[in-house]
T-cell receptor, first 113, second 118 residues
Framework: DQQVKQNSPSLSVQEGRISILNCDYTNSMFDYFLWYKKYPAEGPTFLISISSIKDKNEDGRFTVFLNKSAKHLSLHIVPSQPGDSAVYFCAASEAGGYQKVTFGTGTKLQVIP | EAGVAQSPRYKIIEKRQSVAFWCNPISGHATLYWYQQILGQGPKLLIQFQNNGVVDDSQLPKDRFSAERLKGVDSTLKIQPAKLEDSAVYLC????????????????FGPGTRLTVL
């Protein structure tokens, strides 16, 4: 049962343009959402997060949007840079407890110079 | 601040052999996680420790996998005996969280151990 889904396994974008990575979830108990970035041969690194009480969170070139009614979130990268080329994982966590995180399958972003 | 350390980085074994992975979390981090990431999939939580106690091992195949966290610091994950489907990257992560609660604590990941079972 895949509770966090990233339906696009890959995405190619020209440098300077916007990259939009999408994520859908099925568990209505999720209340915290995260994006992790992963380079080859390295572990994932935290990028940006959003609480379910918000619909937008911005950090520099990265913005995450949350649509709770649609159970959908997206990550926008503007402008995209070649160094952004990596695998991006969407993840979600339930309120309270020990904050078990469920990851999506990842989207490989390639930014073309 | 030193990051999460893992060793070895790569391991190749024959099926039915045993293997062990080691993780040293960031100093002061109470929570430690082991994830399995199969090629083309996202990381899947195998086990989560709070200090030296297990708080979630619901997805750990306990007939062949075991894990311990020594004195609430280092941790080892063992597979005995290994199967072909255990080929994956095993990621260790740690976070500062000291227990259950509403606030989220960022997980910091190590570089992982790539296991190939032949």
């Amino acid at each position: 049962d895949q509770q966090v889904k990233q339906n696009s396994p890959s995405l190619s974008v020209q440098e300077g343009r916007i990259s939009i990575l999408n994520c859908d979830y099925t568990n209505s108990m999720f209340d915290y959402f995260l994006w992790y970035k992963k380079y080859p041969a390295e572990g994932p690194t935290f990028l940006i997060s959003i609480s379910s009480i918000k619909d937008k969170n911005e950090d520099g070139r990265f913005t995450v949007f949350l649509n709770k009614s649609a159970k959908h979130l997206s990550l926008h990268i503007v402008p995209s840079q070649p160094g952004d080329s990596a695998v991006y994982f969407c993840a979600a966590s339930e309120a309270g407890g020990y904050q078990k995180v469920t990851f999506g399958t990842g989207t490989k972003l390639q930014v073309i110079p | 601040e030193a990051g999460v350390a893992q060793s070895p980085r790569y391991k190749i074994i024959e099926k039915r052999q045993s293997v062990a992975f080691w993780c040293n979390p960031i100093s002061g981090h109470a929570t430690l996680y082991w994830y399995q990431q199969i090629l083309g999939q996202g990381p899947k939580l195998l086990i989560q420790f709070q200090n030296n106690g297990v708080v979630d091992d619901s997805q750990l195949p306990k007939d062949r996998f075991s894990a311990e966290r020594l004195k609430g610091v280092d941790s080892t994950l063992k597979i005995q005996p290994a199967k072909l489907e255990d080929s994956a990257v095993y990621l260790c992560a740690s976070s500062f969280s000291r227990g259950a609660g509403p606030s989220y604590n960022e997980q910091f990941f190590g570089p992982g151990t790539r296991l190939t079972v032949l």
